[in-house]
């Protein structure tokens, strides 16, 4: 038995399209530890959403998970009907999303919504509900005279607290937070983050999906690197961020700009492909300054080069 609290092992999750199949997910793998933090990074349509809701099966159509194992508490989750996901999902596994308003209801007030999570999941009676939801929106900072507003009612910042009210509401395992902070400024993004880390702190796991390695670098113990649908490296925050290994990881880490330095930022030349029509071998390679005729036609798979860190790039592996 591992002792994983998350493990996705060779994941495959497919988008058929009138136009072609869109492979957004493509053969990746990974695990989460009970009370780490991970941060999944990549730029937009690296698949890194589309990992987030494949965990939960909720991927819209018309997408399918076409292959692999998510095991969630020793649970393997592909092979539970709907009605037992929907036990798993808010109970056990919480979503915080980008836009707080898609998660809300915008005809009913927060209290309602916050007691009517904690009545229907926990069995308790609407006055024990409004009580704790009271309790939950003060450990958000929010005072509990909001449980009578309406989300319209609350700033950005507020309302996605209140997201992360709800979703914290049943104490889960794990929160998956995707780019939750993106419509939100400095200011406020720091505030969330510290939320997260008191929920962290609390004992949940946190994946936190984000475009900004800044971020992950900052928040993340260990950070999974996405490139078109692939995780191409992987380990602890400190070391991918002091030397990264893969050229894309390398090109990410480098657009970062410092403030205090005189670094010269540069950006990643070309574009993520076309994922209906991956190329059969390294799908950096066209951006690629280090590309080897191997990169082409074969793919390079992922292996460990160091503990804990793992790397699919031709460069690290012996031929
Ligand atoms: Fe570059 Fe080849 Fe490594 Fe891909 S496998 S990142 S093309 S060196």
Redesign the pocket.
């Known amino acids: 038995m591992s002792n994983a609290l998350l493990e996705v092992v060779n994941l495959k999750v497919y988008f058929y399209t009138l136009s072609g199949v869109v492979r957004a997910v493509d053969d990746v793998s990974l695990s989460v530890l009970p009370g780490e933090w991970i941060g999944i990074v990549g730029e937009s349509g690296s698949g890194k959403s589309t990992l987030a809701y494949a965990i939960a099966k909720i991927v819209p159509p018309p997408g399918r998970i076409v292959g692999g194992k998510v095991k969630f508490m020793n649970r393997d989750l592909m092979e539970l009907n709907e009605e037992a996901m929907r036990g798993i999902r808010g109970r056990h596994i919480g979503f915080v999303f980008q836009d707080p308003l898609t998660s809300l209801d915008p005809l009913r007030t927060v209290g309602d919504q916050l007691a009517e999570v904690i009545q229907v999941h926990l069995g308790v009676g609407r006055e024990e509900a409004i009580r704790e939801a009271g309790e939950l929106l003060e450990l958000v900072n929010i005072p509990r005279d909001r449980l009578n507003y309406y989300p319209h009612q609350l700033s950005g910042g507020q309302r996605q607290r209140i997201v992360i009210a709800i979703s914290i509401a049943l104490r889960p395992e794990l929160l998956i937070a995707d780019e939750p902070t993106t419509a939100l400024d400095v200011i406020v993004q720091d505030q969330i983050m510290d939320l997260l880390k008191e929920v962290q702190m609390k004992g949940a796991s946190i994946m936190l999906i984000t475009h900004d390695v800044a971020l992950a670098a900052e928040m993340a113990n260990r950070i999974a690197i996405m490139y078109a649908g692939e995780i191409v490296e992987y380990g602890d925050t400190r070391s991918i961020i002091n030397a990264p290994l893969?050229?894309?990881t390398a090109g990410l880490v480098n657009s970062v700009p410092d403030l205090w330095s005189a670094k010269t930022i540069k950006s990643i030349p070309g574009f993520p492909p076309d994922l209906r029509n991956p190329s059969p071998g390294?799908r950096?390679?066209p951006r690629?300054r280090?590309?080897?005729s191997i990169?082409i036609n074969e793919r390079?798979p992922m292996t460990i080069v160091e503990h804990d860190r793992c790397i699919a790039?031709?460069?690290y592996l012996k031929r």
Request: proline share 13%; with cysteine; aromatic share 20%.
């Open positions: 893969h050229p894309y390294c950096f390679h690629c280090q590309a080897l990169c390079p790039c031709w460069l």
